[in-house]
């Protein structure tokens, strides 16, 4: 995506940030080899994908499960003042933003760098709720919007020369126009379940998906890749079952009862000839590293550009995806997302390809969890 000469603030100013102090980053010292939390291929592609020597990929992964836990932490404790956390891949810096200055000590203490924000994650979660209620059309121009924490704001994304689009988009929700951003992009996103997708499996002899991640009975996949009581089966033909939950569009959500022939593990497959295994779902912070495990291009990661995006895909409007700059092709949907061995969620679409690179988002793994209560499977 390139920011257009015409992305401006809507409303005319842009959002002051406020108070940023640095801090230390976390875990400065090169992990020891039992703290590595990654199998080889994991530890492979972030150094191929983010560029990274060996030692660089560990030290992120423990940076990473760190920030994890601190997010969580503040998150939970500084309740309403929380606005939003962004970690940085370079610095192994967890910022986190909050919407009164007096929390700033809390993030300090917990090793963090605190941001004085003027919205915060809440009121721009509010801002995005008020968006997906508008729905516009497919060929409208608009083609998603999501929360980005880094810069306060809610970023609408339009085809190159529709800003005008937003901004009527704007007006129709009645939302606060000084917190919103527009971007042109001459992307179109996309579903990709048609060609394949961590394992392969076959919806009704018609395409094919990706596995994302096992659950007890079963497992999770993208809503897209099939109806309610859609047949389904393995690769080779000795694992069947059945789509027995399926949101899309509106979510991306799904969910396979299996049947005779498969055994659910807390695994997901690395495409180096091993496999990750997985120990949760917390969620990782936006600018946090991630990996994805699909059917057509393998494994590939990449860092969280931003969450809460909501998608103007040809078969309709998404809501709740998250926005990476991993990139992915048709037949991996439905595919497994991790960070660490934690898991984050099944693939839904985006745009661009293997070869040139792209934009890919997920649905939340926890919210598929939740709507149909399922375990999910860890080791």
Known sequence: MRKSPLTRTLGGAAVAFGLVVAAAPFAAADPAPQDLVAAPGQLDALQRD???????????????????AVESDLRADLGDAFGGSVFDTETG??????TEESAADAVREAGATPRVVTYGERALDGIVADLNATTPSSDSGVTGWYVDTAQDAVVITVQEGETAAAQQLVDEAGVTAGAVEVEE??????????????DPYYIDSSGRCSIGFAVEGGFATAGHCGTEGTPVESEDGSGTGTVAGSIFPGNDMGYVEAGSGWTPTATVNDYEGGTVTVTGSEEAAEGASICRSGSTTGWHCGTIESKNQTV????????????????????????SWLSGTEAQGVTSGGSGNCSSGGTTYFQPINPILDEWGLTLTTG
């Open 185 to 198: 992009s001459a992307e179109q996103p996309r579903t990709y379940a048609d060609i394949v997708g961590g």
């Open 50 to 68: 983010l560029g990274l020597s060996a030692a660089e990929a560990g030290r992120l992964l423990t940076q990473e499960q760190q920030a994890r």
């Open 93 to 98: 810096e967890l910022t986190v933003s909050v």
């Open 312 to 335: 103007v895909y040809p078969e309709g409007q998404v809501n709740g995806l998250t926005r990476t700059d991993v990139c992915a092709e048709p037949g991996d949907s439905g595919g």
